[in-house]
């Protein structure tokens, strides 16, 4: 299953780049396309829009600061912990009838969280949202992957997705900033809702329903496992990065996590239909792949952690401000996912993924030369807007790097382990680097170490999923 081939330039799936243009996308595959990435940009536009606005709603809701970070961790908890299990039951059931239930459990709860009362009224209605997305993303990416055939198509497809994906993030930072000064917290999750009631009404008449042929028995042990893991986990490294490692809870669901991952691979080693095929992550394309975008994703996530914090307590943005800087940001990835599919076609998505980390890490590292100054600020807005192009051509490419030769019956258990990388990748970054800025007594100082780590593993990363990708290719 080769991604790339070396002469003549061939696109992902080894098609020669000057053979004949495919037929242009039909009017219906455009309004499937739309409604497949509103969607994911929904999800992602909830993992941000907030941000800016949970000063007010903890004044609003009577929650103090320690108690905020559950905003973000009742949310991150079944988003991340559910994946697997909800792409699966997809394949096995029928990946549209989960897809709309998750879409309309999601808009459900966003309504929810508008119109809390009280504290556990807001954490339930962001759990449900939580949930709702974790089954909205890999039914969404399965029936993406599964409506467009592998090729230009897909491809074309992948890189308007994840350029929606990197844009919902950083609208929905600017956004968050000027909803809330107009009109309050609430307007944030309104948003929410209000994008739902567009995406959801065309959506059954429009998307075709997309399942396994057989139907075998659903993993249950295996589900229990890598989902109670990936929920304490994700626990662990949420609650880390406000109060660091060495709280008692942290520590026993950080131990438990890995002890529940650990025994989830000897289940499926020994079931007849395991929730995760363990070939499949003997796949380089599929190991090698998922590494890349987990690093692009944890890396990318911190980058812009540190740097809110930069612009803020260093060099004293407003809030407004600093979401500007990262609709620059913004604007840059939507450029980047247009000529994304086109840069694969011509170079292969192996050689774009390698490549890409290697920008972002070398982009990253220029930020070392902040300092204290307000002239820093163009720099900080040039790098991190150039990093962000070469973040999403990673997205792009390792998405199309695990998927591409999947069989379909299969392409659910892939595109979950895309996603489940990706939402993994969202949440591990700002604990495990992130910490070392907040704690830190300098805070420039501090936003220097973690950006000095952040470029050595990008860097590190690309070396390895480049050799990883290029053994692979011998035997396949």
């Not at 992602?44 to 961790?73: E, H, K, Y």
């Not at 988003?79 to 879409?103: E, H, P, T, V, Y």
């Not at 890349?292 to 540190?306: A, D, E, H, N």
């Not at 609709?327 to 993924?353: D, E, H, M, N, Y």
Request: glycine letters at 10%.
């Amino acid at each position: 299953m080769a991604i790339d081939t070396t002469t003549p330039p061939t696109t992902s799936t080894g098609t020669p780049f000057d053979s004949p243009r495919p037929p242009r996308l039909s009017t219906r595959d455009k309004l499937v396309l739309f409604v497949l990435c509103a969607a994911q940009f929904v999800v992602a536009l909830d993992f941000s829009v907030l941000n800016v606005a949970l000063p007010a709603l903890g004044t609003d809701l009577g929650m103090s600061r320690s108690a905020l970070q559950w905003a973000v961790t009742a949310f991150a908890l079944p988003s991340g912990g559910f994946l697997l299990l909800f792409g699966r039951i997809g394949d096995l059931f029928g990946r549209r009838k989960l897809f709309l239930a998750g879409l309309a459990l999601f808009g459900a709860a966003s309504l929810l969280a508008t119109l809390a009362w009280d504290p556990a009224s807001f954490l339930a209605g962001r759990a449900l949202q939580g949930l709702g997305a974790a089954a909205i993303v890999p039914t969404g990416m399965s029936l993406l992957t599964t409506t467009f055939p592998e090729g230009p198509a897909r491809d074309r497809a992948l890189g308007i997705s994840g350029t929606l994906l990197s844009l919902g993030f950083t609208v929905g930072m600017v956004a968050g900033g000027v909803l809330t000064d107009a009109f309050g917290w609430r307007s944030t999750m309104a948003l929410l809702s209000v994008f739902v009631l567009i995406v959801l009404p065309p959506a059954p008449g429009l998307l075709p329903e997309s399942r396994t042929p057989e139907r075998p028995r659903l993993d249950v042990p295996g589900a229990v496992t890598v989902t109670t893991g990936l929920l304490s986990l994700i626990y662990a490294l949420s609650t880390a990065a406000d109060h660091g490692f060495g709280r008692p809870d942290v520590i026993t669901a950080l131990v438990a996590g890995l002890l529940l991952l650990a025994a989830f691979t000897v289940v499926e080693s020994r079931t007849a239909a395991p929730l995760v095929s363990l070939p499949m992550l003997r796949r380089r394309t599929v190991a090698w792949g998922n590494i890349g975008g987990l690093v692009t994703f944890s890396m990318m996530s911190t980058v812009v952690f540190v740097l809110t914090l930069y612009f803020q307590d260093v060099l004293h943005l407003s809030a407004f401000e600093t979401g500007l800087v990262f609709g620059v940001q913004g604007v840059l990835s939507a450029v980047a996912g247009s000529l994304a599919a086109k840069v694969i076609g011509r170079f292969g998505a192996r050689r774009t993924l390698v490549a890409s980390l290697t920008g972002q890490g070398a982009l990253i590292a220029t930020l070392l030369l902040l300092n204290s100054h307000v002239w820093s600020v163009w720099l900080a807005t040039a790098a991190v807007s150039l990093a962000s192009m070469c973040h999403l051509g990673a997205i792009v490419s390792y998405g199309l790097t695990v998927t591409s030769g999947v069989p379909d019956e299969e392409q659910g258990l892939a595109t979950g382990l895309v996603t489940s990388t990706q939402q993994v990748g969202l949440t591990v970054g700002i604990p495990l680097l992130g910490v070392l800025a907040t704690t830190s007594h300098d805070l420039l100082a501090g936003v220097h170490t973690v950006l000095a780590l952040d470029a050595a593993i990008v860097l590190v990363a690309a070396v390895l999923v480049g050799l990883g990708l290029r053994r692979g290719q011998s035997r396949v």
